[in-house]
């Protein structure tokens, strides 16, 4: 399913990736890589996370977590900040993707 804008502000894109773990597992890893892309706003582990992202993904960025079948499937409900649009949804996948993937190959 391609996102959806609402209302110009607001892009969904439900599901937007998939975490290969259950979700308190999927929820540890993305609260734990959120500091490289910005600010935790706030979190109702194991199902919801805000982060405002920084940079050239700034904007207020809503994970919805929903079990699937050994797995979690993460979607992403972005808010544009200070009036502005959101950034493109396909950008701010890649750097959750990216950041998951660095944390995993990282030592130790």
């Known amino acids: 399913m391609a996102p959806r804008p609402a209302g ?3 892009v969904d894109d ?5 975490v290969e773990a259950l979700p308190a597992v999927a929820f540890d890893v993305l609260e734990t890589v959120a500091p490289l892309l910005g600010t935790v706003a706030d979190s109702e582990p194991p199902y919801l ?5 920084e940079g050239a993904l700034r904007c207020l960025c809503r994970l919805e ?3 699937e079948a050994g797995s979690t499937s993460v979607g ?3 808010v544009g900040l200070d009036g502005g649009h959101p950034p493109e949804t ?3 996948r890649d750097a959750w993707i990216a950041a998951i ?7 130790g």
């Open 8 to 10: 110009g502000r607001v």
């Open 49 to 53: 996370l805000d982060v405002e992202l």
């Open 90 to 92: 396909d950008a701010v």
């Open 101 to 107: 993937n660095a944390a995993e190959s990282a030592p």
């Open 65 to 67: 977590l929903l079990p």
């Open 76 to 78: 992403m409900v972005l």
């Open 14 to 18: 439900i599901p937007s990736f998939v």
